[in-house]
């Protein structure tokens, strides 16, 4: 088991791996998980909303999540530094695209 984890690490060592970035793996896997279990429990048709074509949840919330990743590169390409307030506008675009706000 040792060498099958000393590969790995060899293997990732050129990744980022911080506290940060495994907060994010997470999250990302419990919306997925929370999403699935939402789709079996409480199916749902199509509705437009605030981008004016029909969407379902997974469809907004991929919308969601490829929208703060172009927000948060451009961002870093414009302004660089810190991504709080990049982070601030990905979640506002996230509600509107769910349309909670």
């Not at 790995?8 to 791996?17: H, I, N, Q, R, V």
Request: proline share 3%; hydrophobic share 60%.
């Amino acid at each position: 088991m040792e060498g099958f984890l000393a590969h790995l690490s060899e293997g990732t060592a050129w990744m980022a791996w911080t506290w940060q970035t495994g907060l994010f793996f997470i999250a990302l896997a419990l919306t997925l998980t929370l999403m699935t279990w939402l789709a079996a429990a409480r199916p749902e048709a199509p509705r437009v909303g605030v981008l004016h074509f029909p969407t379902t949840r997974g469809d907004r919330l991929f919308l969601a999540l490829l929208g703060a990743a172009f927000i948060h590169l451009a961002w870093i390409a414009l302004v660089g530094g810190e991504l709080g307030w990049a982070s601030g506008l990905s979640l506002i675009w996230a509600l509107a695209v769910f349309r909670l706000v």
